[in-house]
């Protein structure tokens, strides 16, 4: 059973950092690709960034230069480092693991403050 678990969210100001993780259970980590996924308050899903199993990394327009994924599979975690936060940024944020089959994390609430 996948099981994904999302910490780091909280409150922080514009302009600040935050790093979020995902620690990741019941898989081989290093076969999967993972990912990280966005929600604003009445907006649709969109992706935030990703790596694949062979170390491929995509990110959105948005958070370019200012977002980093990375993964360590000896804790079999990903993680997400936020710089330059905006309030845009403001979303439930989501991990994910994808090979045949997509899973999801329960999400983590992201607040940037002006």
């Known amino acids: 059973q996948v099981q994904l678990v999302e910490s780091g969210g909280g409150l922080v ?3 600040g950092s935050l790093r979020l993780s995902c620690a990741a259970s019941g ?7 993972m990912g990280w996924y966005r929600q604003a308050p ?8 990703t790596i694949s199993s062979g170390g491929n990394i995509n990110y959105a ?6 977002f980093t994924i990375s993964s360590d599979s000896a804790k079999n975690t990903v993680y997400l480092q936020m710089n330059s ?3 845009e940024d403001t979303a439930v944020y989501y991990c994910t693991a ?4 997509q899973y999801w ?3 983590t609430q992201v607040t940037v403050s002006s």
């Open 42 to 49: 009445g907006k649709e899903r969109e992706l935030v960034a």
């Open 61 to 66: 327009d948005s958070v370019k230069g200012r």
């Open 85 to 87: 936060l905006k309030r």
């Open 27 to 33: 898989m081989f980590f290093s076969v999967w690709s």
């Open 13 to 15: 100001q514009a302009g």
């Open 105 to 107: 994390g329960q999400g």
């Open 98 to 101: 994808s090979r045949q089959n």
